[in-house]
Each structure stands twice: as structure tokens, then as C-alpha cells.
């Protein structure tokens, strides 16, 4: 059974870093793709940060390039979401997600994710 669970979120002040974690069942990370997606109140949702197995590349969204990476833990079989310099437009409920039926790419668009986490809330705010 594929289970993805996100951990990691809550309160930060701007400027400020939090490292979420995807771990992941059903599945090897070493094999699947496993994106990153945040939604914000009142947006829609937006694939933030996705590494190809296929080719190594990694997709950044512009709102985020130079601020968050990821990274994976094959041994545990999870992966990371590193942020860093928080900014109060980041808050928003993060999820991470996969597409089973093209395991080693990133979906052009969000919407073939078929497997997502329960999200987890990270609120950026003084």
C-alpha cells in the first residue's frame, strides 16, 4: 500500500529555516519520483520542487529557486524539503507526491500526481 506522510511544519519567523520530511511507504525512493506541492489559503496548489530520476534535473518554481532544496534518504526511504529564508507568502500546507505511472519523471503538471500525502501546515509569521 503506497503511504506518503509529511512531518516537519509549523510556526517560523521570516527569515528563519525548516526542514520537512516525506516518508514513504509502499514504494522505494530510490526508484519513484516524489515531488514537493504547497498550497496557500485561498490559491491553488503549485508544484514547487521536483529532482528526475530519469535525468537528474532538478524543477525548481521561481518562488522558491535559491531559497529550498530536497534531498533523499534511501536508507529510511524518505525524503526532505530544506527552507530556508522564510518569507510569510510561504505559508501555505506542503505536500509531497508521486505519479505511478511515470515513476522516474516530473509530471509537467501537478494534477498527475496520483499519490499524495496528508500535507503538512507551515506558517511563516512574526
Known amino acids: 500500500q503506497v503511504q506518503l506522510v509529511e512531518s516537519g511544519g509549523g510556526l517560523v519567523q521570516p527569515g528563519g529555516s525548516l526542514r520537512l520530511s516525506c516518508a514513504v511507504s509502499?514504494?522505494?525512493?530510490?526508484?519513484?519520483?516524489v515531488g514537493w506541492v504547497r498550497q496557500a489559503p485561498g490559491k491553488e496548489r503549485e508544484g514547487i520542487l521536483c529532482?528526475?530520476?530519469?535525468?537528474?534535473?532538478?524543477y525548481f518554481a521561481d518562488s522558491v529557486k535559491g531559497r529550498f532544496t530536497m534531498s533523499r534518504d534511501i536508507a529510511k526511504n524518505t525524503l526532505y524539503l530544506q527552507m530556508n529564508n522564510l518569507k510569510p507568502e510561504d505559508t501555505a500546507v506542503y505536500y509531497c507526491?508521486?505519479?505511478?505511472?511515470?515513476?522516474?519523471?516530473?509530471?509537467?503538471?501537478?494534477?498527475?500526481?496520483?499519490?499524495w500525502g496528508q500535507g503538512t501546515q507551515v506558517t511563516v509569521s512574526s
Open positions: 509502499g514504494f522505494s525512493v530510490q526508484h519513484y519520483t
Open positions: 529532482t528526475s530520476l530519469s535525468d537528474g534535473n532538478t
Open positions: 507526491a508521486t505519479e505511478s505511472l511515470h515513476p522516474r519523471t516530473c509530471p509537467k503538471v501537478i494534477s498527475r500526481y496520483d499519490y
